[in-house]
């Protein structure tokens, strides 16, 4: 069976042909085992092998996916028309070099990874074996598989791939009711970079706030209980109005002398560092509201 064309199936665009495509599966770990077992309930796929170095890791994705072949390494793998190399990103390259070098994947086959770093040619060594490359990254937590499988549908998920790739990968996140979108060509390190400053910078930021909350004199936890309101009220309107309608406080009103107040009693350096940095950015929202003097002013500060 092959890859080749994009047939109407089950209310979804699925590159396959009469048969269910077979999955073959590298790393079975959380993300890994979820998608597996989404596609598979699904019925886009039929599980085939389930390649993990630890034998309790694939037992776990068996039992997770309700399908599948354990193997402890890459050697005698089954053909399969669709591979999903879930692995660390620092093994994708190596797992893809050997792949080829046992002719593995066959013309024709589709071999995507999900990393939100890398692009699809991390999986280069397989363009010999006539292989359609890409990669699909749903944004999303995958810390329980279980949860995570029931908020897959509505995911945003980025892809990229070639022009030939695209529409499968397309097909692929569309099973499990995600929203896929393309990157433009080479911008995987970038995509990735937004995410990690809109959600592990965020917590870092959460963090700060919390600890210049204490240095008022509030409790740690009671701090949270205070900022997450705000927080969240602030990140709606930023995601519902765009950043620069949705942003108030001193730096949009050009109040340099409250900026002046604040870098007075930020002793801690990192602090200090993030306040500064994230008040040049904001300093770039406001600037079209405020007048030249009061930018020059806020500039100097920020600068300093």
Known sequence: MSLSTV???KGIELAQDAAVPRLNLIGGGRLGRTLARAWRDAGVVAVGAVACRS??????????????TPYASLAGLPPAELWLIATGDGE??????????????????????????????VLA??????????????????????RA???????????????????????LARAFGGAPF?????????YHAAMVMGSNYLVALTALAQQLATQAGIAPETALAVLGPLMRQTLANALELGPAAALTGPIAR????????????I????????????????????APRLADEQQAALAALLHG
């Open 7 to 9: 047939v109407h199936r």
């Open 55 to 68: 034998p309790a890791t694939a037992r776990d994705a068996l039992a997770f996916i309700g399908a599948g």
């Open 92 to 121: 994708i390259g190596a797992v893809a070099a050997e792949l080829a070098s046992r002719s593995a994947v066959r013309h024709g086959d589709l071999v995507c990874h999900a990393s939100g770093a890398l692009d699809a040619s």
């Open 125 to 146: 060594p397989l363009l010999a074996c006539g292989a359609r490359l890409g990669g699909l990254h749903p944004a999303l937590s995958f810390a329980d598989p279980a």
């Open 149 to 171: 499988l029931g908020q897959l549908a509505g995911t945003p998920c980025a892809l990229d791939g070639d022009a030939a790739t695209l529409p499968m990968l397309d097909a």
């Open 182 to 190: 393309a990157l433009a060509p080479g911008g995987k390190a970038a």
């Open 254 to 265: 050009g109040d340099a002398g409250t900026v002046t107040r604040h870098l007075a009693v």
């Open 267 to 286: 002793d801690d350096p990192v602090a200090r560092d993030a306040y500064l940095a994230l008040g040049r950015a904001t300093l770039g929202l406001a």
